[in-house]
């Protein structure tokens, strides 16, 4: 197994931890391996702080890899120091922001969770997040449920509360001196593929993987397929 030397940096989504990047971690060999814990944070302010705190810790350049909502606190961390940053991997995260829709959906369910309504990730829930043929398979499935049932209503209001409205990072992103890598996925309903691969083809220096036959969840769904793609970009 080949080994980064390089720093790498982790981002989870909302409502993730760790181990929504523990099938990814197992298939790969780090050096220099680090991971910002998101779900401590109930703001921006500490998402970001927890950020800059784990790019600190090293003396060169990093590679920042983030997952969905981790998508936008590392683009936001790189844009603020591109010159410590090797290069910005983004998983599943649109960085044209939040459309009018989604910020309504997001303050209807904030409005639910203010209201200590407990809410349960039910299969309606799920399919946002995966295909008709996940559904049924507990890798994919099961880590995403434990995680809901572990984290809870207040992760998920500070996760909301922290990232809506979220700043648009597609120009900053565009002109950014650093390698930007997208990977996206066929049928995901949360950051859309087509709409991330025209931002791609905008950016200075960017690659974009389109994963085929998976949804959001594609680091539970396809470990093997981007641990590949990410011992290609990061060594």
């Given amino acids: 197994m080949k080994t ?3 720093p790498v940096i982790f981002f989870p989504g909302m409502l993730c931890d760790e181990r929504i990047w523990l099938p990814v971690w197992q298939r790969m060999s780090f050096q220099q391996r680090s991971y910002v814990p998101l779900q401590w944070a109930d703001s921006l302010a500490q998402m970001l702080a ?3 705190d784990r790019i600190d810790s090293f003396e ?3 590679h920042l890899v983030g997952f969905s909502m981790g998508g936008f606190i590392a683009s936001v961390c790189a844009s603020q120091a591109p010159g410590r940053i090797a ?3 983004l998983i599943g995260y649109n960085p044209k922001g939040l459309t009018n829709e989604e910020i309504r959906a997001r303050e209807q369910l904030l409005k639910t969770l203010h209201q200590n309504t407990k809410l349960t990730m039910n299969k309606a829930r799920l399919k946002q997040f995966v295909t008709s043929d996940e559904l049924n398979n507990e890798n994919i499935t099961g880590p995403v449920l434990e995680m809901e049932k572990d984290l809870g209503n207040t992760v998920l ?4 509360q922290s990232t809506t409205p979220r700043e648009d990072m597609s120009k900053q992103l565009q002109n950014a001196p ?3 890598n997208f990977i996206t996925a066929q049928h995901d309903k949360i950051a859309d593929c087509d709409s991330i691969a025209q931002l791609s083809q905008r950016c200075l220096k960017s690659t974009h993987l389109n994963l085929q036959d998976t949804a959001h969840m594609m680091l539970l769904s396809q470990p093997d397929v981007i641990a590949d793609q990410l011992y290609k970009l990061l060594n």
């Fill in 50 to 52: 927890l950020s800059q």
């Fill in 157 to 160: 209001r500070g996760h909301i």
């Fill in 60 to 62: 060169q350049e990093v």
């Fill in 87 to 89: 290069s910005l991997t």
């Fill in 178 to 180: 650093f390698q930007i």
């Fill in 4 to 6: 980064i030397e390089q």
